[in-house]
């Protein structure tokens, strides 16, 4: 565990030009990255009709199907970010998953689309925790909340650029185009990251030995078994980022089914009301919670333990409310406090981890967010609508997967909570 105060080596540097330079490529790797990944949620209704799917088999697609290769690829790639330059190995799994991406467009079955989506999860495995240990060697502690909040930020861009001109496109190509389209860019990307940026030092502003060794992963786990508010807060990252997934892939199909809006319209609403939102909250969580909290992680905490509740609550009125137009408002609320809660929840966890084993904790967590959280609770969303049955299942399915954010917020406030205990601090805000 990493002491919340500055050290003497911490102290000797602040982040360079270089530095923002790199967040700034990571960001727009991470934004393709979510666009590459968000494809289907665009699509779902066009791919229902063309394959002949059903909600469970479209939220295996959006989800399982994702996150399953990804499970299994990202323990090993969390081995190698500890390991080996990191800025290549991104570079290199940015251009490989560009290219399945593109690889999609080529899909004559179900079948074939399923498994260009599966290499897609698995190539991207090393793109968040390689980024965060990244960010966490290029950025001091009080600016890791503002640093991983920008780069977060990046999921709404993409969520964004999905939706907004996914359903522009879908107005006159189809659906084909479009992972033609949002694989492209991934691949100059790539190449920028590969040849205009350097490998920061490792644990350059934490409290350590000056070349910190790597560690296995079973004394990461043992690191994070031994550690209630690793535990809680990699708990709460992955409901929170499960229920946000979830609600971004099927918030689409919620529009055309229980409001009646055209797919391309619905599309572009859910591009402008949560991309917009959601990446205005994440400016806005970076500078407050960096202020609030001064590099203490359990006050960074506090911040997406507060706003999970809200965003439930904004979420379930969402979803029960019949007017249209009040239901796009909620909408754009509740994005809003989507990125309120994602920088700070992933820079809870950075600030916890030593540099030495941040590779391998970070990509435990991202295990746990994308297998159980984003996979499970995109699949239960399709399962439960499924099982409801009738024109507005995927109403109440919704209603219930939003819940899961009061469980997210119970686990942020007992990360938090810990994390002052371990650190012998009292308990005021």
């Given at each position: 565990m990493t002491d919340i105060s500055a050290g003497p080596k911490a102290a000797r540097k602040s982040a360079s030009a270089r530095s923002w330079y790199m967040l700034a490529l990571l960001a727009l790797v991470y934004i393709i990255g979510s666009v590459d990944r968000a494809v289907p949620s665009v699509i779902v209704e066009p791919l229902k009709a063309e394959f002949?799917?059903?909600?469970?088999?479209?939220?295996?697609?959006?989800?399982?199907?994702?996150?399953?290769?990804?499970?299994?690829?990202?323990?090993?790639?969390?081995?190698?970010?500890?390991?080996?330059?990191?800025?290549?190995?991104l570079s290199i799994a940015a251009a490989v998953w560009s290219v399945l991406t593109m690889a999609g467009a080529a899909a004559q079955t179900f079948t074939m689309l399923l498994l260009a989506r599966m290499g897609v999860g698995a190539t991207e495995a090393p793109a968040s925790p390689g980024s965060l240990s990244l960010i966490g060697d290029a950025f001091p502690k009080h600016r890791r909340a503002t640093a991983v909040s920008l780069y977060y930020a990046g999921t709404a861009a993409g969520q964004m650029i999905t939706f907004l001109i996914g359903g522009a496109l879908l107005m006159h190509f189809d659906w084909r185009a479009l992972f033609l389209i949002a694989g492209a860019p991934g691949l100059v990307l790539a190449a920028l990251l590969f040849f205009t940026c350097k490998e920061p030092e490792r644990g350059q502003f934490d409290e350590e030995q000056e070349s910190p060794e790597p560690v296995s992963y079973r004394l990461a786990v043992r690191s994070i078994l031994a550690s209630p508010p690793l535990r809680h807060a990699i708990v709460a990252n992955m409901?929170?980022?499960?229920?946000?997934?979830?609600?971004?892939?099927?918030?689409?199909?919620?529009?055309?089914?229980?409001?009646?809006?055209?797919?391309?319209?619905?599309?572009?609403?859910?591009?402008?009301?949560?991309?917009?939102?959601?990446?205005?909250?994440?400016?806005?969580?970076?500078?407050?919670t960096d202020r609030y909290a001064k590099g203490d992680a359990s006050r960074t905490a506090r911040v997406p333990a507060i706003g999970t509740s809200i965003a439930a609550i904004l979420g379930i009125a969402m979803i029960l409310m019949p007017d249209r137009n009040a239901a796009f408002v909620l909408l754009a609320a509740f994005g809003?406090?989507?990125?309120?809660?994602?920088?700070?929840?992933?820079?809870?966890?950075?600030?916890?981890?030593?540099?030495?084993?941040?590779?391998?904790?970070?990509?435990?967590?991202?295990?746990?967010?994308?297998?159980?959280?984003?996979?499970g609770l995109a699949w239960l969303t399709g399962q439960l609508s499924d099982w409801i049955g009738g024109g507005d299942s995927i109403r109440w399915a919704l209603l219930i997967t939003i819940l899961f954010l009061f469980w997210a917020s119970f686990h942020f406030f007992r990360a938090a909570r810990a994390q002052r205990k371990e650190s012998g601090l009292d308990d005021i805000l």
């Open positions: 002949a799917l059903t909600d469970a088999q479209l939220g295996f697609l959006t989800g399982f199907a994702y996150s399953i290769p990804y499970a299994l690829a990202v323990l090993p790639a969390g081995w190698l970010i500890d390991r080996v330059d990191r800025r290549a190995l409901l929170a980022t499960g229920v946000n997934y979830a609600i971004l892939v099927w918030t689409v199909s919620f529009l055309v089914r229980s409001h009646g809006i055209a797919v391309q319209n619905a599309a572009m609403t859910v591009g402008v009301t949560i991309g917009l939102t959601m990446m205005l909250g994440s400016f806005v969580a970076g500078w407050m809003f406090m989507m990125g309120i809660n994602t920088g700070p929840g992933y820079a809870t966890l950075v600030s916890m981890t030593e540099s030495s084993m941040r590779g391998a904790i970070l990509s435990i967590a991202k295990l746990a967010s994308i297998l159980i959280g984003n996979g």
